[in-house]
Nanobody
Framework: QVRLVESGGGVVQPGGSLRLSCVAS????????IGWHRQAPAKQRELVAK???????NYTESVKGRFTISRNNVWNTVYLQMNSLKPDDEGVYYC?????????WGKGTLVTVSS
């Protein structure tokens, strides 16, 4: 069974930084793309950043230059380094992969940006 576990969320002031981690199990990790999504209250879940098994990355426009996604295939972990955080970055952050013909999601980690 594929399992994704997020961590690293918390409360940070505007302009601050956080690093999120997503640990995956139950799959040949290096073969799969992993995405970070976020969902703010009363908003739809949106893809923030994605990294392929080969390390290619893409980002939603609003986080380009501030967020960096990376992966460690030894530790089956994907990271999301978030810098210069803004109140609009608040939300629950989920990691996701598509494997064996279906989507798998973690339970999420909450990011709060507040002074």
């Amino acid at each position: 069974q594929v399992r994704l576990v997020e961590s690293g969320g918390g409360v940070v002031q505007p302009g601050g930084s956080l690093r999120l981690s997503c640990v995956a199990s139950g799959l040949n990790f290096k073969l799969y793309a992993i995405g970070w999504h976020r969902q703010a209250p009363a908003k739809q879940r949106e893809l923030v950043a994605k990294i392929t098994g080969g390390g290619e990355t893409n980002y939603t426009e609003s986080v380009k230059g501030r967020f960096t996604i990376s992966r460690n295939n030894v530790w089956n972990t994907v990271y999301l380094q978030m810098n210069s955080l803004k109140p609009d970055d608040e939300g629950v952050y989920y990691c996701n992969t598509r494997a064996y013909g279906r989507d798998f999601w973690g339970k999420g980690t909450l990011v709060t940006v507040s002074s």
